[in-house]
C-alpha cells in the first residue's frame, strides 16, 4: 500500500550573452558547482556526462535521489509480458558518470536569482550554470478512485514501475468483456504509450484464442488518434482491420474497482459521462509540470521550463537551461527527443562558455516507435511543424518487424551504453543504426 500512496505524487524523475550572466553567489552555499544538473533520468545523465568532458568531472554535480535508474520506454514490452521489469533497471550508481557529485536528495527549490538550489535535506547548493532536467510529473490521484484501485486486479499502468507489472497481470487473466485502454486530457510523455498497449493486448488475446470474447476499447482524450497524419493512417487501417473500437475525445474521471466501472467524461459536451464496465483497465495518468518548478521564477504561465525552443536556454536566465519532458518546447515528450536535445545543448552550454552566441538550433525532432504487435512496430519520427524526419530510405509508416528489433533489442543497448555515456545523441538518433550497418 505504501507503494501506491507514493503514486500520489510519481516523479519521473532568449539569448544573451554570457557576460552578463547571474553567476556570482557561491558564499552562502555549502556547495558550490560550475555545472549543477538536477535530475538523474535520460537528461540529466546524459548531460552530467557530456559537462564532465566539457568542463571536469569535479565541477559537475548531479541532484538525484532514486537508487535505482529505469529504461522507461521499453515498460510497455514489459506491461505486455515481452520484458521483465529488471531488464529495465539499472543502479544509479552504475549509471552516474565516475567523479561527478552525485547529490543523492531531492530538490526542494531553486533560485535563480541567487542562483541556489535547495535540497529537501536542507542542503543549499550553488552554481554558475545550471541544467534542468526534472522530468513530468504523474497525477494518478487526479482520478477518482486512483491510486487505491490499483490494489484491486484487473488494472495496471505501464506509466509507473509500480503498476506495470499489474498491466500484464491483468492481461493473462483475462477471460472476457471488455479491456479499456486510457489517454488524458494533459500532454504525457511518450504519447504513443497509451496505444501501444492496446495493440500489444489484442495480439496477446489472439495468440490465446480470447480474442472472440473481447472488445479492446481505445478512450482518448484527443480529437485525433494520432497527431501526424502519415502514421496515423496507418494506425487506423490496423484498428479497422483488427476491429478495434476507438472512441475520440473521452476522458476517464473515475474508476470503481469494486464495480469494475470506468466513467469518462466527454470533452465535446461537458456534464456529459459514459461508464465502462471493464475486465482489464489499462490507465495513462494525467500528467503535469513539475512542482519544483511550477509557481517558480523558471516556469512559464502553465508552469513548464521556459525554454528557448531553438537552443535549450531558458528566456529569462541565460546561465540557465533545460533538457527533455520538464521543458515547454512544443514537441512530443520522448527518449529519442531528448537524445536529439543533448547534442544541441552540449553545443549551445560550450559556445556560451567560450563568449559566443549558440549557432545550432533545435528542430524539435522527436520519435514514437509505435509497437503493434509483438513483432512489429511503425517508425513515427518529425519535427516541431509535424512534418515526418524519417532516418531510413524506405516508408517508416509502414509495418516492419526490423523496427521492432530495433525498438525491443538495439535501443536499450544504446541507451545504456551509448546515451546515458554522452557518447550518442543529436538530430536523428536513429540514424547509429545505419552507422552500424543495419539498413
Known amino acids: 500500500m505504501a507503494s501506491l500512496r507514493r503514486l500520489r505524487l510519481c516523479h519521473p524523475t532568449g539569448i544573451a550573452a554570457a557576460a552578463h550572466l547571474h553567476t556570482g553567489s557561491r558564499a552562502s552555499a555549502k556547495q558550490h558547482y560550475k555545472m549543477l544538473v538536477l535530475g538523474g533520468g535520460s537528461g540529466g545523465i546524459t548531460m552530467g556526462a557530456r559537462m564532465k568532458r566539457l568542463v571536469g568531472a569535479e565541477n559537475v554535480a548531479v541532484v538525484e535521489p532514486s537508487e535505482v535508474h529505469y529504461y522507461q520506454p521499453i515498460w510497455t514490452l514489459v506491461g505486455a509480458g515481452a520484458k521483465s521489469v529488471t531488464s529495465s533497471a539499472r543502479s544509479t550508481a552504475s549509471v552516474m558518470p565516475s567523479g561527478v557529485k552525485w547529490v543523492k ?196 504561465d502553465i508552469g513548464w521550463l521556459d525554454v528557448d525552443k531553438d537552443t535549450l536556454q531558458h528566456n529569462r536566465y541565460p546561465n540557465v537551461f533545460g533538457i527533455g519532458d520538464c521543458t515547454n518546447l512544443p514537441t512530443a515528450k520522448t527518449g529519442a527527443a531528448v537524445a536529439a536535445q543533448s547534442a544541441i545543448l552540449h553545443r549551445t552550454i560550450s559556445r556560451i562558455l567560450k563568449n559566443q552566441k549558440p549557432d545550432k538550433k533545435y528542430d524539435g525532432y522527436t520519435s514514437c516507435p509505435l509497437v503493434t504487435s509483438y513483432s512489429t512496430v511503425v517508425l513515427a519520427e518529425f519535427d516541431y511543424d509535424g512534418q515526418p524526419l524519417e532516418t531510413f530510405p524506405i516508408n517508416q509508416a509502414k509495418e516492419r518487424r526490423l523496427m521492432y528489433l530495433m525498438k525491443a533489442d538495439v535501443m536499450p543497448h544504446l541507451y545504456w551504453h551509448g546515451l546515458l555515456r554522452g557518447l550518442w545523441g543529436g538530430p536523428g538518433p536513429y540514424r547509429k543504426i545505419l552507422h552500424l550497418g543495419m539498413k
Open 105 to 300: 536528495s531531492k530538490v526542494q527549490e531553486i533560485n535563480p536569482d541567487k542562483n541556489t538550489v535547495l535540497t529537501d535535506d536542507g542542503t543549499e547548493i550553488s552554481y554558475e550554470y545550471l541544467i534542468v532536467a526534472l522530468g513530468i510529473q504523474l497525477h494518478y490521484e487526479r482520478i477518482k478512485g486512483l491510486p487505491e484501485a490499483f490494489e484491486h486486479p484487473k488494472i495496471g499502468s505501464n506509466y509507473s514501475v509500480q503498476t506495470v507489472e499489474k498491466t500484464w497481470k491483468a492481461l493473462q487473466n483475462f477471460k472476457e468483456g471488455n479491456a479499456v485502454f486510457t489517454f488524458p486530457n494533459t500532454p504525457v510523455k511518450c504519447a504513443g504509450a497509451p496505444q501501444k498497449i492496446m495493440y500489444l493486448s489484442d495480439a496477446y488475446l489472439r495468440k490465446t484464442g480470447k480474442r472472440a470474447k473481447a472488445n479492446v476499447i481505445y478512450n482518448t482524450s484527443l480529437p485525433v488518434l494520432f497527431g501526424i497524419k502519415k502514421y496515423a493512417d496507418t494506425l487506423w487501417d490496423i484498428v479497422k482491420t483488427r476491429d478495434l473500437q476507438v472512441n475520440l475525445r473521452q476522458n476517464l474521471i473515475e474508476v470503481r474497482p469494486d464495480k469494475q466501472e470506468a466513467v469518462f467524461e466527454n470533452l465535446d459536451k461537458p456534464g456529459e459521462t459514459k461508464v465502462f464496465e471493464y475486465e482489464m483497465l489499462h490507465v495513462t495518468p494525467p500528467m503535469g509540470p513539475s512542482l519544483v518548478i511550477k509557481g517558480g521564477p523558471l516556469a512559464d
